[in-house]
């Protein structure tokens, strides 16, 4: 093999593991690798978890989802208040400002699918849609990782991370 075959094989081989992430489009919205966590058998809920970027110059609002192993999907803020963790529904959704970026995850904003159809497990793959005011619906698939895991700590790479948060 030559010396440039053999360049190009090392660079498709070290971008490989990009091909993994995916990520999704909806007008000015940009969705970057929904992933969601395993859960214990008989657990009613779970939690979807990414991030958004508004790259538009008006803003947009997620006001809602769906997904195809619950019975319903609601935007949830996670905060603490006097050393307590509280958690409550954004009812009128949660605004994205042009330019802005929010990040879906532990102990801060994340999607609660309630009323659980199925146990979630590692390494599945998850349909869902994400509902904006604006950009309108788009279909999106949560990568499930560990039940202590984060995005991209799967067996698609090999790693495990533990998230104490």
Do not use: C
Request: proline content about 5%; charged content about 20%.
């Amino acid at each position: 093999m030559s010396l440039k075959a053999s360049l190009i094989a090392a660079a498709i081989a070290l971008a490989a593991p990009a091909a993994i992430a995916h990520d999704y489009k909806a007008g000015a919205i940009e969705i970057d690798h929904p992933w969601a966590r395993a859960t214990p058998r008989g657990a009613s809920v779970a939690a979807g978890y990414f991030k958004l970027t508004n790259t538009g110059s008006t803003p947009d609002r997620l006001v809602g989802g769906t997904s195809e192993v619950a019975g319903r999907v609601e935007i949830h803020e996670m905060t603490m208040s006097d050393g307590v963790m509280r958690m409550r529904p954004l009812k009128d959704g949660l605004e994205l400002k042009p330019g802005g970026t929010v990040e879906f995850k532990s102990s801060s904003f994340h999607l609660m699918m309630v009323g659980l159809k199925q146990q979630l497990q590692q390494g599945q793959r998850i349909k869902g849609t994400l509902i904006f005011e604006k950009a309108g619906p788009v279909d999106v698939e949560y990568v499930v990782e560990g039940i202590g895991g984060a995005p991209g700590a799967g067996p698609a790479n090999g790693q495990t991370h533990m998230n104490m948060h």
